[in-house]
């Protein structure tokens, strides 16, 4: 099941590059969408969410959610600023892109998430994957 | 100083990701949909910070894709989010993350004719090859 979830976020997230990769072409201000997909996105997660009431947002969900907003918006900001500051978009986009580093290292230690060998090494070629793939783009 | 903001990109984006598993751990699972409700909230009035502080634009060709960006987002993490419930980050991140750049390579090759070059081809070979080991056995 959870192959089968990951194939669809990959899916998702494909169709969603690509689009970002069309409005780049077209000269589309990226600050704008990203405005407009994180209203989207609330509106949509709200609808699916229906109905909704207090319990359905306990305090530790709200801190954590929006802990996770935050992140994702300061990481935006940071990629931003880097960008505008003259910093390679390949260059930027590689180091955003292997951050899922941070939580594979997270899990396996808090949470003894680990890995056996086969798969470590699975996660070190999907690295080396992400940084060929990108230096390609540049 | 410009690779500081790398840094904190690379922080902030990973800290994102390690928080939707830190969420399952505490047992809030069960929240997922609510989750991305407070999610997208919060993250939607961070953009609009941004969109001042940048004086950013936002006429109806931005909301056009933006909608779609949106719509692919919300998706693409609901399945990410409820994949974390029962398999481990090890799998998903590389996948999630990964995967998505594995794809675009080559539907740009299939779709619009992008030529890829030798460290794309073995950048693709790569990422298959890590499919094959984080999903098999």
């Known amino acids: ?138 | 100083m410009r690779m500081a903001w790398v840094a904190i990109a690379f922080l902030a984006n990973g800290s994102a990701q390690f928080l939707q598993k830190y969420l399952h751990a505490i047992g809030l699972g069960a929240y997922q949909k609510t989750a991305l409700v407070t999610l997208y909230v919060a993250g939607a009035l961070f953009a609009v910070l941004l969109l001042v502080w940048f004086r950013g634009r936002l006429s109806p060709r931005e909301a056009l894709f933006g909608m779609g960006v949106g719509l692919a987002s919300y998706a693409g993490n609901a399945a990410m989010l409820r994949a974390l419930g029962d398999t481990p980050a090890y799998i998903v991140f590389p996948m999630a993350v990964g995967g998505p750049i594995l794809a675009v390579a080559i539907v740009s090759r299939l779709l619009f004719g992008e030529r890829i070059g030798p460290y794309g081809k073995v950048g693709i070979l790569c990422g298959f090859i890590a499919v094959i080991l984080l999903t098999v056995g």
């Open chain 1, 1 to 138: 099941m959870g192959i089968l979830l990951c194939s669809i976020a990959i899916a998702f997230f494909t169709a969603m590059y690509l689009l970002l990769g069309q409005s780049q072409k077209r000269g589309v201000e990226p600050i704008g969408i990203n405005l407009a997909a994180f209203i989207t996105g609330a509106a949509i997660s709200l609808l699916v969410a229906l109905p909704v009431s207090s319990a359905s947002f306990p305090l530790p969900l709200i801190l954590v959610g929006s802990l996770i907003g935050i992140t994702a918006g300061l990481g935006l900001l940071a990629t931003t600023i880097a960008v505008r500051g003259g910093v390679p978009v390949s260059i930027v986009n590689g180091a955003v892109s292997l951050c899922l580093i941070v939580p594979i290292l997270l899990s396996s230690v808090l949470y003894h998430e680990m890995p056996e060998p086969r798969k470590w090494v699975g996660v070190l070629l999907s690295g080396v994957a992400i940084v060929l793939i990108q230096k390609e783009q540049r």
